[in-house]
């Protein structure tokens, strides 16, 4: 089992960046892929951004491409999602979460651990 907890949110202009970090207990956290989500008010919970178990394999979303990278440190329990050129549209909940399989999932129901959330809004 593995629990997660997001950190790194807050309020930025837009054209700023922010780095949101997702530290994970448990000692197999080298053998989970993991995901960032983001969930924004009355919309669904959409894809950013995942990386897979050894960090040599990241997806992202189109609207995210170019804009934001998705690190991982093994040796420290986490992931991180590096986010340049934010927009108001990026302002959401974002989390992260974990998932022990040999693919990368886009969608959230492959992903059987999540952490609460970090809150980033961006503000015109």
């Known amino acids: 089992q593995v629990q997660l907890e997001e950190s790194g949110g807050g309020l930025v202009q837009a054209g700023g960046s922010l780095r949101l970090s997702c530290a994970a207990s448990g000692r197999t956290f080298s053998s989970y892929n993991m995901g960032w989500f983001r969930q924004a008010p009355g919309k669904e919970r959409e894809f950013v951004a995942a990386i897979g178990w050894s960090g040599g394999s990241t997806k992202y979303a189109d609207s995210v491409k170019g804009r934001f990278t998705i690190s991982r440190d093994n040796a420290k329990n986490t992931v991180y999602l590096q986010m340049n050129s934010l927009k108001p549209e990026d302002t959401a909940a974002y989390s992260c979460?974990?998932?022990?399989?040999?693919?990368?999932?886009?969608?959230?129901?492959?992903?059987?651990?999540w952490g609460q959330g970090t809150q980033v809004t961006v503000s015109s």
């Open positions: 979460a974990a998932a022990r399989s040999s693919f990368i999932y886009y969608t959230p129901q492959e992903y059987a651990y």
